[in-house]
């Protein structure tokens, strides 16, 4: 098992940047394939971006594409999201995810993809 804590949200102007961290508990992190996920008020949960456990394989949703930069660095347990150009749509709780990785080229972009968990870290952008 692993367990997730996010740090990093806060309350930003548009056009800013923030930085999220989601620390990962356990010896095996390098065997999981990471996620970012957010949910604004009254809507779903939805995919922000994902990495593979060896970094070398990323994927962004379309509405995030070209602002936010998600890393790894496996030898601290940590997944980063950068996040600049921020925009009021932005807007919402913040999520770290893991699953196992496996084989294959697919990067999972489903929240029921993933087993574990973060509690969130509120990001709120100002107009």
């Known amino acids: 098992q692993v367990q997730l804590v996010e740090s990093g949200g806060g309350l930003v102007q548009a056009g800013g940047s923030l930085r999220l961290s989601c620390a990962a508990s356990g010896r095996t992190f390098s065997s999981y394939a990471m996620g970012w996920f957010r949910q604004a008020p009254g809507k779903e949960r939805e995919f922000v971006a994902a990495?593979?456990?060896?970094?070398?394989?990323?994927s962004y949703a379309d509405s995030v594409k070209g602002r936010f930069t998600i890393s790894r660095d496996n030898a601290k347990n940590t997944v980063d999201l950068q996040m600049n150009s921020l925009k009021p749509e932005d807007t919402a709780v913040y999520y770290c995810?893991?699953?196992?990785?496996?084989?294959?080229?697919?990067?999972?972009?489903?929240?029921?993809?993933?087993?574990?968990w973060g509690q969130g870290t509120q990001v709120t952008v100002s107009s």
């Open positions: 990495i593979r456990r060896s970094a070398g394989r990323t």
């Open positions: 995810a893991a699953r196992v990785d496996g084989l294959g080229a697919v990067t999972w972009v489903r929240a029921i993809d993933y087993d574990y």
